[in-house]
């Protein structure tokens, strides 16, 4: 008897977790002679792990979408071991974790509330310190490669798109692509610093969060945060409203 949306949706996510316990134990890079070895042999004694991303959100949701960005983002301050972070992982750090932002627009403008959910990973799973994330990235990202085929298996044909989250993962994802994939989508480009180059225009300010909502969401993210809902941060969400309405209304026009 085929399983229901929600009994499918159960079983997707149970899949999901399934492979990441794989993903953890993978050793390829660390065992790649393409990489110089000074930096290999770093990785093994530092917290060269995989970082989880996020999702499925919301939970027992089938996933519709696939947002991928470059790698882990979420890096310790300062030097710590690998018991250390999966510790720190185990107890729910994650990649996106501080980003609320873009996490609450997911929510908001891209799954439809009640019937979708989204996942949010990276092309390399692991994180790496930035002076070595440039020369390895294409190494890393190409090792990689086999588990982000993996990570599309779960959700089978209930998966709509997989959208980049910025221009890089976007080339790599269209330069990786098999057949059987979703279609990818325009990138998602995050404005950062530079939201006051925008025009008024090419962003929508309607139905934007107020303090209450953003800070409730913000806190089931990261109950240790300390979440603040500035001009910056409407703005980014406004920015973002305007980026998935148009990933939604282009999908919508192909039939997707």
């Not at 490669?145 to 910025?166: K, Q």
Request: glycine content about 8%.
């Amino acid at each position: 008897m085929p399983l229901s949306g929600r009994a499918q949706a159960t079983e997707g996510a149970r899949a999901y977790d399934r492979l990441w316990s794989e993903i953890d134990r993978c050793a390829v890079c660390t065992d790649d002679s393409r990489i110089d070895s000074g930096i290999r042999e770093r990785w093994k004694a530092e917290a060269f792990l995989p970082y989880p991303g996020v999702g499925p959100e919301p939970p027992g949701m089938p996933v519709r979408y696939l947002l991928v960005a470059m790698e882990p983002s979420s890096r310790p301050k300062r030097k710590k071991t690998r018991e250390y972070m999966r510790k720190k992982i185990a107890e729910g750090s994650r990649n996106f974790k501080g980003d609320f932002h873009i996490r609450f627009a997911a929510h908001k403008w891209l799954a439809a509330r009640g019937t979708e959910a989204f996942v949010m990973t990276d092309l390399a799973k692991c994180m790496v310190r930035g002076k070595d994330a440039g020369p390895t990235a294409s190494h890393r990202y190409e090792n990689c490669r086999p588990w982000l085929g993996r990570e599309i298996e779960p959700f089978g044909d209930t998966l709509r798109a997989i959208v980049p989250v910025g221009n890089a993962p976007h080339k790599w994802l269209r330069a990786f692509a098999q057949e059987s994939w979703p279609t990818i989508t325009k990138p998602i480009v995050h404005p950062a610093m530079r939201f006051t180059k925008w025009k008024d225009g090419q962003a929508d300010y309607d139905g934007l969060p107020n303090e209450d909502e953003f800070r409730t969401f913000a806190q089931w993210c990261d109950p240790t945060g300390k979440p603040r809902l500035g001009t910056r941060e409407l703005r980014l969400l406004a920015r973002w409203n305007v980026q998935f309405a148009e990933i939604r209304a282009k999908l919508d026009l192909l039939g997707r």
